[in-house]
């Protein structure tokens, strides 16, 4: 007498493979300039409008991720400006991540420090994008990959 043990056992579902689906499939930088409510009078130059990038990662499982940098006055009072951080992320860390998987951020962040040297705001505008990425894959909050909740609230100023 021989008995089949599979027979009662029902068929497994597709494997999830998160290393295909977290692959970035592109990466977009988009400048955006925006009228301030009110002129910001620095000890440099004044400000009526302010420039941002906004990042888009898009992976394969067709997830997309934001992120945003700035600079406050542009390069009279930091060393980027909107257009040197748009040239970064499209001349030298986009190529450097397509195809990677964005779940490995420590492996991502090692890419982009080999691909530009500082470029600070560039680098964490991708970094933000990749975790709201793998967030939304993954059905988390983006403090849950970075350790968990700290607090509930936080003050402002400038608002």
């Not at 027979?7 to 494997?15: F, L, S, T």
């Not at 300039?33 to 499982?61: C, D, M, W, Y």
């Not at 980027?80 to 991540?97: F, G, Q, T």
Request: glycine letters at 8%; zero cysteines.
């Amino acid at each position: 007498m021989s008995i089949n043990v599979t027979e009662n056992i029902p068929p497994r579902a597709a494997p999830i493979e998160l290393g295909r689906d977290t692959r970035i499939r592109s990466i977009v930088a988009t400048i955006i300039e925006a009228p301030t409510v009110r002129r910001h009078k620095l000890s440099n130059t004044e400000i009526a409008h302010q420039g941002f990038v906004l990042v888009r990662v898009q992976l394969e499982n067709g997830v997309t991720g934001i992120g945003e940098a700035s600079t406050l006055g542009g390069p009279r009072w930091a060393e980027e400006s909107v257009e040197s951080i748009w040239a970064a992320i499209a001349n030298y860390l986009e190529p450097a991540l397509v195809g990677q998987n964005a779940m490995l951020f420590e492996a991502n962040a090692v890419r982009m420090a080999k691909a530009a040297t500082r470029n600070f705001a560039a680098k964490a505008a991708v970094e933000s994008a990749l975790f709201d990425a793998v967030g939304h894959t993954l059905g988390l909050p983006v403090s849950a990959l970075l350790g968990g909740q700290v607090r509930d609230r936080m003050g402002v100023i400038w608002a």
